[in-house]
């Protein structure tokens, strides 16, 4: 097995540093620990995604009739990673644009990607995830809000929760009922709702973190054109999977983990906490752990090259990095000693409270993308073939 890169593809990495040094100013270059900051400065990340749209990255996987590069996986690969170790921000449209646009590629009309792809690609269009419910999260085909039909469109009442960024968001993608009678996974409807009108109400959840980044949307007859629905009325489900077919970590994942256990060491010498034996051996195993997610993430890449669908390796993966991660912020709280206990702004925080946050930041990696216990019921029955429990 080769792990190497090719001399073309060095030559694409060197593009995107060459690109990045230009582009990336360094109080841009955020300390890429414990994932983000919910109120960070959004003008910041709007003007980031705007500097990347207009430098073409934003479309590096699309094809080249749709204005892409058609990138490989393995220079998708190298995209995501150089960003991760460049510590770029993360962009304010980031559901639109991982999500939604690809999805809008596979099933959208000719009129919904001529009038959206480009303004969710250059941030003029903020898009949010509607699609958990109080009471349907893992078994999401339990949703209840609904849509009822209309002269040219659709009427939206019901409630969702957890919707990452609705409170600046523009638009919603979201999932309704559209006929009460059919089976659960039918009669879904997939639409683009307007957040911006008398029928949606969004309220900020309060979180432990301090930042207030997950709401709660209340829809009473929500109004969406019909143009706005995707695909068929009962299609919601299939272009509901196809969202979840490009919510993946990767190598760029790889090389945050990496940095992160470079800090915690650097952490754990500063603290002289090096003279524990525990600590060094947490430590050496987060750093061999971030090593074998690399070769998992070289792997999965060596399969896609290969036009391989990920499948339950998918399931492999997130539960693998999450779980890590959580290890690696546990160990960086404890290393602090009773510093790791205060609120990450406390004035007498370590490191800008960067660690206690990220250790906060980590209790959700293992919900978000389908929780632990989720993916471990996938593997069992699709890995290790066992029997499918009630
Ligand atoms: C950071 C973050 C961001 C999010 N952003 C969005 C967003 O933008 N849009 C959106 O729509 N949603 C979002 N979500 C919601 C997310 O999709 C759900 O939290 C997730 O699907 C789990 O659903 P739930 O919270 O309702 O938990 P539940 O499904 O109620 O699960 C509760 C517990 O039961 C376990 N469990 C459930 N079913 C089973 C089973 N069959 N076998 C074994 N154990 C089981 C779960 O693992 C969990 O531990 C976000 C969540 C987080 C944490």
């Known amino acids: 097995m080769d792990l190497g890169f090719t001399a073309e593809e060095e030559a694409f990495r060197q593009e995107v540093r060459t690109w990045l040094d230009l582009n990336l100013p360094a109080e841009w270059r955020h300390r890429?620990?414990?994932?983000?900051?919910?109120?960070?400065?959004?003008?910041?990340?709007?003007?980031w995604q705007r500097?990347?749209?207009?430098?073409?990255?934003l479309k590096l996987a699309w094809p080249r009739e749709a204005g892409g590069r058609t990138a490989t996986p393995v220079m998708q690969a190298i995209y995501q990673e150089e960003m991760a170790k460049s510590g770029a921000p993360i962009i304010l449209g980031r559901l639109g644009v991982s999500l939604l646009a690809p999805t809008l590629l596979v099933h959208g009309s000719q009129w919904q990607k001529d009038a959206y792809l480009d303004k969710i690609l250059g941030g003029e269009l903020v898009f949010c995830q509607g699609f958990s419910e109080p009471d349907a999260g893992s078994d999401l085909a339990g949703l209840r809000t609904r849509a009822e039909k209309r002269d040219g469109g659709w009427a939206i009442t019901g409630q969702k929760t957890w919707s990452s960024g609705a409170h600046y968001a523009d638009k919603s993608f979201l999932l309704?009922?559209?006929?009460?009678?059919?089976?659960a996974h039918h009669g879904i409807g997939f639409f683009l709702v307007d957040m911006h009108q008398p029928g949606v109400e969004v309220r900020r959840i309060r979180q432990m973190t301090g930042g207030g980044e997950f709401c709660e949307i209340f829809l009473s007859g929500a109004e969406v054109d019909e143009k706005d629905m995707i695909g068929e009325p009962g299609a919601g489900w299939k272009i509901a999977m196809t969202v979840f077919g490009?919510?993946?970590?990767?190598?760029a994942q790889a090389a945050r983990f990496e940095r992160a256990v470079e800090q915690?060491?650097?952490?754990?010498?500063?603290?002289?906490?090096?003279?524990?034996?525990?600590?060094?051996?947490?430590?050496?195993?987060?750093?061999?752990?971030a090593h074998v997610f690399r070769l998992i993430g070289l792997r999965n890449l060596t399969k896609a090259q290969h036009g391989q669908a990920p499948g339950a390796d998918a399931s492999l993966t997130k539960l693998y990095w999450s779980e890590?991660?959580?290890?690696?912020?546990e160990t960086a709280v404890g290393v602090e000693g009773?510093?790791?206990?205060?609120?990450?702004?406390?004035?007498f925080a370590l490191e800008d409270g960067r660690w206690q946050y990220g250790w906060m930041w980590a209790q959700a990696e293992t919900i978000y993308a389908g929780s632990s216990e989720i993916q471990?019921?996938?593997?069992?029955?699709?890995?290790?073939g066992l029997p499918r429990g009630r």
Do not use: C
């Not at 490009?246 to 190598?251: A, I, K, N």
């Not at 003279?275 to 947490?282: F, G, L, M, P």
């Open 32 to 47: 890429g620990v414990g994932g983000y900051r919910e109120d960070d400065d959004t003008d910041l990340q709007r003007q």
């Open 51 to 57: 500097r990347l749209h207009d430098g073409g990255w």
């Open 176 to 183: 309704a009922r559209t006929d009460q009678q059919a089976e």
């Open 246 to 251: 490009f919510e993946r970590g990767g190598l």
């Open 264 to 289: 915690l060491a650097g952490l754990a010498r500063e603290r002289g906490a090096g003279a524990d034996a525990s600590v060094r051996q947490q430590v050496a195993q987060a750093q061999i752990e």
């Open 324 to 329: 890590m991660d959580k290890r690696i912020q």
């Open 338 to 347: 009773p510093y790791g206990a205060l609120a990450p702004d406390s004035p």
């Open 376 to 384: 471990r019921n996938i593997i069992a029955e699709r890995v290790l």
